[in-house]
């Protein structure tokens, strides 16, 4: 995943408007993100060691704080790069992003329902993509 520069002002936009839609049910959609991965890849379960309830809190927190961010490099790699080296450690690799992507995309327009539109998939796609080129970036450093 090359990175890029920044995300477009829209995507940003997009992505936020998104959020603000999701952050009332976020309980629920971290539950279907996680019921969802490990449908998809049940060996991933044994990364997480910790207890589950914490670890979905520090997952909608985290991804609240790169949310609020995406428009200030520095402030989002901060977190970006801090929880890409974590990530490493925890025995996520590269090739995980990828499912994530997909457990991600699809919790949100099972989440978003009609929000969840083509511009709006777009938009997350490409926030994911690109959050996930520097958290990778940062672990490989």
């Given at each position: 995943?090359?990175?890029?520069?920044?995300?477009?002002?829209?995507?940003?936009?997009?992505?936020?408007?998104?959020?603000?839609?999701?952050?009332?049910?976020?309980?629920?959609?971290?539950?279907?993100?996680?019921?969802?991965?490990?449908?998809?890849?049940?060996?991933?379960?044994?990364?997480?060691?910790?207890?589950?309830?914490?670890?979905?809190?520090?997952?909608i927190s985290t991804l609240a704080a790169i949310i609020a961010h995406l428009d200030?490099?520095?402030?989002?790699?901060?977190?970006?790069?801090?929880?890409?080296?974590?990530?490493?450690?925890?025995?996520?690799?590269?090739?995980?992003?990828?499912?994530?992507?997909?457990?991600?995309?699809?919790?949100?327009?099972?989440?978003?329902?009609?929000?969840?539109?083509?511009?709006?998939?777009?938009?997350?796609?490409?926030?994911?993509?690109?959050?996930?080129?520097?958290?990778?970036?940062?672990?490989?450093?």
């Amino acid at each position: 995943m090359p990175l890029r520069n920044e995300l477009s002002a829209e995507d940003i936009s997009r992505v936020r408007e998104g959020f603000d839609r999701v952050w009332p049910v976020s309980d629920r959609m971290v539950e279907l993100f996680y019921e969802q991965l490990f449908t998809e890849r049940p060996e991933l379960r044994a990364l997480f060691r910790g207890d589950m309830a914490e670890q979905k809190r520090k997952f909608i927190s985290t991804l609240a704080a790169i949310i609020a961010h995406l428009d200030d490099r520095e402030a989002r790699f901060a977190i970006t790069g801090t929880l890409g080296r974590h990530h490493v450690e925890y025995g996520v690799s590269p090739d995980h992003y990828i499912v994530l992507r997909g457990a991600m995309l699809h919790t949100l327009a099972r989440t978003l329902g009609a929000a969840w539109t083509a511009e709006a998939a777009g938009a997350w796609g490409r926030a994911y993509d690109f959050v996930a080129a520097e958290m990778i970036e940062a672990a490989s450093v």
